[in-house]
């Protein structure tokens, strides 16, 4: 990857927003760091339909124009359930969006948008994703040439220790459609894999910071009223979960973030979406273990803070 150090980087954010992918979105969107040159929506937290309306919507907020593909309305070979019940009906927490947006869907499905934007680049373009698998999934089956033009894929799913209330090695990302999971992981593709207890247990909000959100600016607002539905369920004290950003943060942010080789199994039959490690220098995952917390928090407050220009009528 010694091609993309220290070079703008160039992403694709393939997402289902979601409260926590929205947050994501409005940090990644905002950073000089990076070029976002498309976003494409997919089933996950919620429907399609929802999921595309939000990320237009964020787009909206932060006046960005980048194209926007709408992608798989299902996974690839099953039913999955959505994440209604933490990301509440209109995905987006306690703020509840506008129903229409400014701006609109391009014609192009996210697939095939993804496909000719690969092509047609130069092997620098990391897709990021925020949701299930299932438009890489497809992407891959359906044009496996481009496996070459794709240095690496970061995505945020997976839960190689277990996580509390949940199956053991379950995860949300992974569960929805790990068939599509198994074939970005048949792929070859390098991977950088932000599993979903860094977020939870690592690198979560306090009730204390959520509060103060309002207090800094219209965006921080904004995410106040996100969060205000969004605790995280099975623990003790009130927090949020900030797996989506950590994912994002772990790119682009890479020095705060400890990560180890790995090989990554996933179980498509008796425990769909179970996914276990086994760390090894020959393996192409590099999993994120661990983050240094304080830097990571410091780097939130900076960057919001690098907003007050944007202005939100809530």
């Avoid at 703008?8 to 990644?28: E, R």
Wanted: charged share 25%; hydrophobic share 40%.
């Amino acid at each position: 990857m010694e091609n993309l150090r220290n070079k703008k980087l160039k992403l694709i954010i393939d997402t289902d927003p979601g409260v926590d992918d929205s947050v994501c979105l409005i940090y990644a969107l905002t950073d000089d760091k990076v070029e976002v040159l498309l976003l494409t929506t997919v089933v996950g937290n919620i429907n399609l339909d929802i999921a595309t309306r939000n990320t237009l919507h964020i787009l909206d907020i932060l006046d960005k124009d980048v194209p926007v593909a709408k992608g798989c309305a299902t996974a690839m070979h099953r039913i999955s359930e959505t994440a209604e019940f933490i990301h509440q009906k209109e995905g987006l927490g306690g703020y509840i969006p506008p129903k229409t947006t400014k701006r609109q869907a391009i014609e192009t499905d996210a697939v095939e948008a993804m496909y000719q934007l690969l092509k047609k680049g130069d092997g620098d373009i990391i897709p990021l994703v925020l949701g299930p698998h299932t438009n890489m999934g497809v992407l891959l089956e359906r044009h496996p040439d481009i496996i070459e033009k794709i240095p690496k894929i970061v995505f945020m799913g997976g839960s190689p220790y277990g996580v509390e209330g949940y199956p053991d090695h379950i995860s949300f990302n992974i569960s929805c459609d790990p068939e599509a999971f198994q074939i970005v992981l048949d792929s070859g593709i390098p991977l950088l894999m932000l599993p979903s207890d860094v977020g939870r247990r690592k690198a979560h909000l306090g009730e204390d910071y959520v509060n103060n959100l309002k207090n800094v600016n219209d965006l921080g607002k904004l995410m106040y009223h996100m969060y205000g539905l969004y605790w995280e369920p099975g623990y003790p004290d009130k927090r949020v979960a900030t797996n989506d950003t950590c994912a994002y943060f772990a790119l682009a942010y890479p020095q705060l973030f400890t990560t180890k080789k790995c090989k990554v199994k996933v179980d498509t039959q008796d425990t769909p979406g179970k996914t276990l490690v086994d760390f090894c220098e020959d393996g192409n995952v590099e999993l994120v273990v661990n983050v240094d917390r304080e830097a990571f928090i410091r780097l939130l407050d900076e960057n919001l803070h690098k907003l007050n220009h944007i202005k939100i009528d809530i």
